[in-house]
């Protein structure tokens, strides 16, 4: 039987685990490589790791980093941040990454996307897209961690990800980001009709049952969620955690 995958998103900032609200107001949660661990023994189906500083600073997420996550990883992980070449590609896959998440730089350079994909192949390219909803433009695209816009709108820029080549997209809403209040299941569902690549849903998770809403009424292929998985509840007490498999029944 078919379960998308149920993804952890984890953000570093200064090699640290930290958690957001709506891309602002940092909380330290620990250790990540000791997350990594605790990820092993509760089986998680994949991991992600953000660096949320890295384009900002002109840099790329430490590859000695993504060889220390690939070397305690017992599941597939992806990584993002400060990507900007196909040489930053070759050596994030070099350091053990299955994936590689590209944010800024393919709202700055959609090209690149297509040149990525034609390197390494769909399969390694996961487009993110953060969004932000304009009380008179809608949904609109957004780069450096929410700063700066796109001018794309969010269906047109979506489609031209995926003619460019994208293996995914993970739709990122910056309004809903670590409420805990659920995902923006409009948003979700307005890309998935969209687009016929996978379709991965961050921002908003607070409780299983939005999973599973987001896969039965956003029709997404994948769910991610940062605070779900570092939180023990909505009082926000820090404990990594992630659902037994018999929680996970979707159909």
Do not use: W
């Not at 009082?235 to 659902?243: F, Q």
């Amino acid at each position: 039987m078919f379960r998308p995958r149920v993804i952890p998103v984890l953000l570093l900032r200064e090699r640290a685990l930290v958690k957001s609200v709506r891309f602002r107001d940092y909380k330290y949660i620990g250790d990540p490589i000791n997350a990594v661990r605790i990820f092993n023994d509760l089986k998680a189906d994949e991991l992600i790791f953000l660096d949320i500083e890295a384009s900002k600073r002109g840099r790329l997420i430490p590859l000695d980093f993504v060889r220390k996550v690939g070397e305690e990883a017992g599941m597939p992980f992806a990584v993002g941040g400060g990507v900007r070449s196909v040489e930053d590609i070759r050596a994030i896959i070099n350091a053990g990454a299955e994936r590689v998440v590209i944010g800024t730089r393919a709202g700055e350079s959609p090209e690149f996307i297509r040149e990525a994909s034609k390197t390494f192949g769909s399969s390694t390219i996961t487009v993110c897209i953060d969004v932000k909803m304009s009380f008179f433009r809608g949904h609109r695209c957004k780069i450096l961690s929410g700063r700066r816009p796109t001018g794309f709108e969010l269906i047109e820029f979506a489609r031209l990800m995926e003619n460019n080549g994208a293996g995914e997209i993970m739709i990122q809403s910056i309004d809903r980001d670590g409420t805990m209040s659920g995902y923006d299941i409009d948003l979700i569902s307005s890309v998935s009709a969209a687009v016929t690549v996978p379709v991965v849903a961050l921002g908003g998770a607070g409780r299983l049952k939005d999973l599973f809403t987001a896969y039965r009424e956003g029709h997404a292929s994948a769910l991610a969620a940062g605070s779900l998985f570092v939180y023990q509840s909505a009082k926000r007490g820090v404990l990594i955690n992630y659902p037994d498999r018999d929680e996970l029944v979707f159909e």
